[in-house]
């Protein structure tokens, strides 16, 4: 299922709904990586569709690769002040995150780097309620893709929006 209009998705019967960040949530940048706030940009629509989501399903959660971390491309704290700041803005428009896990391995063998689970089993600790079969993952890759078919989870592609 290929999807860009994200308020139309329903997601009433998804126990948790794991989001990718980067072409999900916001704008991928060709070439490079969102490495501080004044680079991000929300995708249109994603803020509305997750204050709906947050009515519809109990936990959302971001899972994200940062390979521009593990690179030295930018640092930890960068990231965590566009998460922060991320946040705050879903926040004011009725919207939640439960939690965000992140990778910044640059290693794909890396257990926590998608497509690998080890993310989702980061999510099974903090919410040890949660049955993968009963989740829905919206990515814009294969690498989501695979990751949600590992975790035995539904799954959403949307098509990535670049900023040129």
């Known amino acids: 299922m290929n999807h860009r209009n994200l308020t139309d998705i329903d997601v ?3 126990q948790a709904l794991f989001l990718d960040r980067d072409g999900v949530i916001n704008k991928l940048l060709k070439n490079d990586y969102v490495k501080i706030w004044e680079e991000f940009e929300f995708l249109p629509g994603i803020i509305e569709a997750i ?16 390979r521009g971390v593990g690179r030295g491309l930018m640092k930890e704290e960068d990231l965590n002040d566009i998460h922060k700041k991320m946040i705050k803005v879903i926040e004011s428009k009725k919207g939640k995150i ?17 497509p690998n689970i080890g993310m989702a089993k980061q999510a099974l600790i ?17 690498t989501d893709k695979e990751f949600a078919e590992k975790c035995n989870m539904k799954f959403i ?8």
Not at 51 to 66: E, F, L, R, S
Not at 98 to 114: A, E, L, Q
């Open 126 to 142: 903090d919410f040890p309620e949660i049955d993968f079969s009963k989740c829905l993952m919206i990515g814009d890759s294969l």
């Open 157 to 164: 592609l949307v098509e990535s929006f670049f900023d040129h």
């Open 12 to 14: 009433f019967d998804v």
């Open 98 to 114: 439960d939690k965000i896990y992140y990778c910044t391995d640059i290693n794909s063998s890396s257990v926590n780097r998608k």
């Open 51 to 66: 204050a709906k989501w947050t009515n519809q399903c109990k936990y959302i959660i971001i899972v994200t690769n940062q």
